[in-house]
Every structure is written in C-alpha cells, then in structure tokens.
C-alpha cells in the first residue's frame, strides 16, 4: 500500500476518524483472534428535556466488559444513579456472556465506589496524571 508518509499530530480529531480507527483495531483483533463478538455498550440517563445527566460506555467482546467511561453530573451526585447505571451494566454484562468487568479510575475519582460494588484493585500507575494514580480495577461476574 502507497503512503505519502505524512503523519499528522492534532488536539481534534473529527469522531468519524475515532470511530474508523476503533473499526479498524477491532477488525484486526478479530482477526488474530477469531472472537467476534465485539459490541458497544452504552447506559444513558437524559432529563425530560433531553439534556445528559449521567451516562456509562464501553464495550462487551470475548467474555469481558470493559468501562471506558462513566460520568454523573455534580448535581446528581450521590444519589445513587452510579449504582444504578453499574447494575445495569453488570446486569447487560452478564447476559452477553461476560465473566469479568474491566476499567481504570483515577485516584481522585472513584475507587472506593468501584470496591464498594465488588471491584479489585489489580494494578495502578502513580504519577498518572501527576500527584495522582490510574487504578486498573476487575470484577468477576457470576454467569
């Protein structure tokens, strides 16, 4: 394959391009694999007016969710709505075929939410952002 060898370096990049890239990775992970059960997972919570106010996204694929994000407007917060979208999670994970939940949290967001619903610490990078630690964290479902 032909290449003008430019490589382009950006703080944007238009969702199309990320969702082709994402494509593209799956496609090839499919292919060294032969796993091809790869789905987006998505739990949304929108107010009458159609504005978000908390939502989770991920992806289910070979036997494992992964969480990529999960957000709750501040105003929401401790009303248990985290909960209930990681229920609905688990629960979606678990009828898919999933037997474990992946994600990463910093040190400053949620960890202590993450273990009170059954999650494990498996490994954390320090400095990550500075001052601060990224936390891979697991959980295994019952099927």
């Given amino acids: 394959m032909a290449s003008d060898g430019r490589i382009s370096v950006s703080d944007t990049s238009s969702l199309e391009d990320l969702h082709h890239l994402d494509d593209l990775l799956d496609q090839d992970n499919i292919e060294r694999t032969g796993i091809r059960d790869a789905r987006l997972l998505a739990v949304m919570l929108r107010s009458a007016d ?37 229920a609905a999670v688990e629960e979606e994970a678990v009828r898919r075929g999933c037997g474990l939940i992946v994600l990463t949290t910093h040190s400053f967001q949620a960890p202590a939410f993450y273990e009170k619903r059954g999650f494990h610490r498996l490994a954390s990078v320090e400095d990550y952002p500075r001052g601060y630690a990224n936390i891979l964290m697991v959980k295994q479902l019952s099927r």
Avoid: F, K, P
């Fill in 50 to 86: 159609g504005d978000l106010y908390a939502g989770l996204h991920g992806h289910s694929w070979g036997g494992c969710c992964e969480i990529r994000t999960l957000w709750v407007a501040e105003g929401h917060r401790r009303q248990g709505i985290g909960t209930r979208l990681m």
